[in-house]
């Protein structure tokens, strides 16, 4: 175990997060967010190991300043733990899942235009000509967009997991512990084996594309670090902790603009959007869908044909 738990539920804690891990999970958030819990319930001086109503209100009441997602994270957590304590046998009680719309997203995603994927792109390119490390900034910038992939998951590609002649990369141990292939566009094949040539010549296939100065991965501390110095650089707007643009609106910005395309060139978006579900990675299409409302917000004009998809009936053009 990462942490030390020291309150009278660490056991059950560690317990739980042995029988995920068992089970092929990689369980790090959740592991953390066990070790804040463990912490909260040894400072309250709780001796009884039963998980009763009054001990679970105690740690779900909401806190100062606390966001809506932060207190959602503690309550599943605190769920979870208590449906395990229940079948292995112990008292505890299971809290019910917070009323309908707690779980609404506080943070609306930033579409970059394509103005704005330009000034960004432009200032990573300006930073790795003034400072050669920098160089492999504007690589990831143009790569996070151009494939929609999450930040973690290109912090731990390998060269190995890229097929420059099928134009492919394989996507280890992404979220919920799942790999996929995804095909990738030309341009940014290119791009990617013109950056190995230039920067990361003569190197093992198991090493990472993207390190630090101990060869290790890069983290994504120092991606985020870099992207607000190139937000800024780009004269756009950061509206503050919370707030964003985030860098994974590259994401966000991805998956609308390719909606937005499959629209306006008339594609069948009920056939295309489970294929679109497995290429980002999601778990159901519910996911998917958000961002297919989100495509409708931002583009007026294709409202009606969104509209088709979620009426259950197909484009027709």
């Known amino acids: 175990m990462k942490f030390e738990y020291k309150s009278v539920f660490g056991p059950f804690m560690e317990d739980l997060i042995q029988e995920k891990r068992k089970l092929g999970y990689k369980y790090e958030t959740a592991e953390r967010r066990y070790h804040e819990m463990d912490g909260f319930f040894f400072r309250a001086g709780i001796k009884d190991p039963a998980l009763t109503k009054e001990v679970v209100n105690l740690y779900v009441t909401k806190r100062p300043n606390e966001t809506k997602q932060t207190r959602n994270n503690r309550v599943g957590a605190i769920r979870e733990l208590a449906s395990y304590m229940s079948r292995a046998g112990n008292e505890a009680y299971i809290c019910p899942p917070l009323p309908a719309g707690s779980y609404a997203r506080e943070y609306v995603p930033h579409i970059f235009t394509d103005q704005e994927l330009a ?35 290109l912090m731990h590609l390998k060269f190995k997991d890229i097929n420059f002649e099928a134009g492919t990369f394989f996507i280890r141990q992404a979220k919920n512990n799942k790999d996929r292939m995804i095909p990738v566009h030309q341009v940014t094949i290119d791009y990617l084996q013109d950056y190995q040539r230039k920067y990361r010549s003569g190197i093992s296939e198991e090493e990472y594309i993207f390190t630090n100065g101990k060869g290790k991965s890069l983290s994504d501390a120092s991606v985020y670090h870099h992207f607000r110095r190139c ?83 197909k484009n027709e053009e």
């Open 119 to 153: 000034s960004i792109f432009q200032a990573a390119d300006k930073e790795g000509l003034e400072n050669e490390c920098n160089q492999q900034y504007a690589v990831i910038f143009r790569v996070l967009y151009s494939t929609g992939m999450r930040v973690n998951e």
């Open 231 to 313: 937000l800024w650089k780009a004269g756009i707007h950061h509206g503050g902790r919370s707030k964003g643009p985030r860098i994974h609106d590259f994401r966000h910005t991805y998956c609308v603009h390719c909606l937005r395309n499959w629209v306006k060139e008339g594609q069948d978006i009920n056939a295309l959007m489970p294929y679109l579900c497995a290429y980002m990675g999601h778990s159901d299409t519910r996911c998917t869908e958000y961002y297919l409302r989100l495509t409708a917000e931002l583009y007026p004009e294709i409202v009606a044909k969104c509209e088709r998809y979620f009426e259950g009936t």
